[in-house]
């Protein structure tokens, strides 16, 4: 009886049960139940030496002409030559890194009716890259088709990653192997990016998983960093915690997210330089358009401070119309901070203290000033000049809603874990699961392919996972970026008690983890149609300046970002950034070198003359056009 290749491939991919395979040391096994095959059985083989081999050719030699190739979180691939194409760019990067595969195979079930066969079994798929060894595994259908002349290939390979629990690569995230990866990663960019000390905490199901302190937090005095007794300061990440503020009045129907913002301040007010209003979902994803405006908003002087509804007085000024484009600006967070202060009669200081840090057990962790009991145990802040760590005095902000929590990693990660169980930790709730889910959605995008903005956080991607996140720097010697992947209910909290050099750290650590413990399986494919020619894009070449700085400010008073140039390529490309980027929509290019090829974009937005007006190369990195 002939095989129904749709209705069997539905239902294994449905029903079939996923099964822990033992580590294979032979390139293909057979449970007792699976015939051998000689043909069949070649083909594996043959695979796995391609592997070993990093021959792509030979791999996609062992498809057929039509063959269809199911990735998962990928478009059906179809075809030999496609085939081919992800199999290069995967082999290549391999090489290039001067990397190793081997790839084994367990069958667990097979049947052959004349010339179509299917098998269902489990992959174990090595990597050497970098010095680095990781091992992952995944289960698999394939449809083999008996050719003319005898011989068998794959007319269908569909397959996926096992779950967390049956899969070696994700078994592995615990304390042993967690040090493993992340020690020589630490120790590497601290001392080539003159970090004196950091900290870092992994959640994972609800759990802290790892913590571990790295370096001093004290240069002099060579105080070690420890976890759950070090303070750093978080920056900009404190932006999520009055986005919480925010999330929880409204949970409370004490506010509209579509409000009117000017409907609930007294003393400060968004003035009517555009017909639109400002919102508070506009404030939490930076769409307000309200200018950053610096100078003054930091004092090395306690006493210097001004209350944050007299700060704000004279420093709400519009300079685009809400809704336009993601602007990010101080000015967001701290105008709805102020809101919270109006609605509820409180004090913020006092509003985090009573409805955030109190309810999540964050027992060392404050706004502005360091609580008196923990004062010695704040990281001292640097910047590495003259071949030497100098010591930075510490910073007040009028527009602290913004920047100014002091935490430590441990308490950080009772915060992390809150956020990925959607507003709950121990039985405490500091919002409904709506809201905590609807804080973590999107929210606004300046362009549907490039990530963009949920409430309070920002997104990014990486192999082929959405994180919502959130970075942050003082320059008074601190920096630290917090990761949450819901979809894994995992996050990760890196910090350090030096600006510069501090995303570097957070970033690689970031990249490291997750191309260890969460592989891309495969690298997406860039379009190989005809590149316009260079005429079709002079529209947009030129010069274009980030958009975070002062505009109102009268000149030379504020700092103004250098614009940076868009250049045509002779063969039909953008040049920017160092890199090339490649047409794939009318306001859309896509990166085509470096070890992101494929994975970033850069779009565009016309005004209404079809003049290009804006350009994006990530979540806020936004430009505006300044010059042809």
Not at 11 to 18: A, Q, R
Not at 165 to 183: C, G, H, M, P, V
Not at 196 to 224: Q, S
Request: a neutral charge; one cysteine or more.
């Amino acid at each position: 009886m002939k095989i129904n290749l749709v209705k069997i491939l539905i239902w294994i991919l449905l029903s079939i049960s996923t099964v822990a395979a033992q580590s294979a040391e032979k390139e293909l096994v057979l449970e007792k139940a699976v015939a051998p095959h000689a043909k069949i059985d070649d083909i594996y083989r043959r695979f796995s030496e391609a592997y070993r081999k990093l021959d792509a050719e030979t791999v996609a030699n062992l498809y057929t002409d039509d063959a269809l190739y199911l990735a998962p979180d990928s478009d059906v691939t179809r075809g030999r030559e496609k085939i081919l194409a992800n199999f290069s760019g995967f082999f290549n990067s391999v090489k290039t890194s001067g990397g190793s595969l081997t790839i084994s195979f367990q069958i667990l079930e097979r049947r052959v009716s004349g010339d179509l066969a299917y098998d269902v079994g489990i992959y174990t798929l090595a990597q050497k890259r970098g010095g680095e060894a990781r091992s992952s595994q995944g289960k698999f259908v394939v449809v083999a088709r008996q050719m003319k002349s005898g011989e068998w290939r794959f007319q269908v390979d569909a397959y996926n990653n096992l779950p967390a629990t049956q899969s070696n690569q994700a078994a592995a995230i615990n304390q042993k192997d967690l040090e493993t990866l992340l020690d020589p990663i630490f120790a590497e960019r601290m001392e080539k990016l003159h970090i004196p000390g950091a900290v870092v905490a992994v959640v994972k199901d609800g759990k802290i998983i790892f913590t571990k302190g790295y370096g001093v937090a004290d240069v002099e005095k060579k105080t070690p960093v420890v976890p759950d007794k070090t303070l750093f300061r978080i920056g900009s990440i404190t932006k999520v915690f009055t986005a919480t503020a925010v999330m929880q009045l409204a949970d409370s129907g004490k506010i509209n997210l579509t409000d009117d913002v000017n409907k609930y301040l007294k003393g400060v007010r968004v003035p009517d330089t555009f017909s639109q209003p400002i919102t508070f979902a506009n404030l939490l994803t930076h769409t307000s358009g309200l200018d950053e405006i610096s100078p003054g908003r930091r004092t090395s002087n306690e006493a210097e401070l001004v209350p944050l509804g007299a700060f704000l007085k004279t420093r709400i000024v519009r300079h685009l119309p809400p809704g336009e484009v993601i602007s990010y600006s101080t000015y967001n967070p701290a105008l709805t901070a102020h809101a919270v202060e109006q609605i509820t009669q409180t004090p913020f200081k006092v509003y985090l203290q009573k409805n955030v840090f109190e309810p999540l057990a964050m027992n060392h962790t404050s706004i502005t000033a360091v609580k008196k009991e923990y004062k010695d145990d704040l990281a001292t802040g640097y910047e590495y000049a003259e071949n030497k760590y100098q010591k930075l005095p510490f910073q007040w902000f009028n527009t602290y809603p913004a920047s100014d929590i002091n935490s430590t990693a441990t308490d950080m990660a009772r915060f992390m874990i809150a956020n990925l169980q959607y507003g709950t930790i121990d039985g405490k709730r500091i919002m409904s699961e709506k809201a905590a889910r609807e804080m973590q959605a999107t929210h606004f995008k300046n362009h549907p392919k490039i990530s963009g903005w949920a409430y309070g956080f920002y997104e990014s991607m990486q192999n082929n996972l959405r994180f919502v996140e959130h970075g942050g720097s003082m320059d008074d010697g601190y920096s630290a970026l917090l990761t949450l992947v819901p979809e894994k209910n995992f996050g990760i909290f890196v910090a350090c008690n030096t600006e510069n050099g501090g995303f570097g750290l957070a970033e690689t650590v970031k990249k490291e983890f997750f191309n260890r413990y969460f592989p891309a399986p495969t690298k997406p494919e860039i379009s190989k149609a005809k590149n316009p020619l260079p005429d079709a894009l002079k529209k947009f070449a030129g010069k274009y300046r980030g958009i975070i700085y002062c505009h109102s400010c009268a000149p030379n008073t504020s700092y103004v970002p250098e614009p940076d140039e868009v250049k045509i390529t002779g063969d039909g490309m953008l040049s920017f950034g160092g890199g090339l980027w490649k047409q794939i929509e009318p306001l859309l290019f896509v990166l085509t070198d470096s070890e992101r090829a494929g994975q970033v974009f850069l779009g565009f937005k016309e005004n209404s003359k079809g003049e290009i007006a804006f350009m994006f190369n990530d979540t806020y990195r936004v430009y505006e056009k300044v010059s042809q």
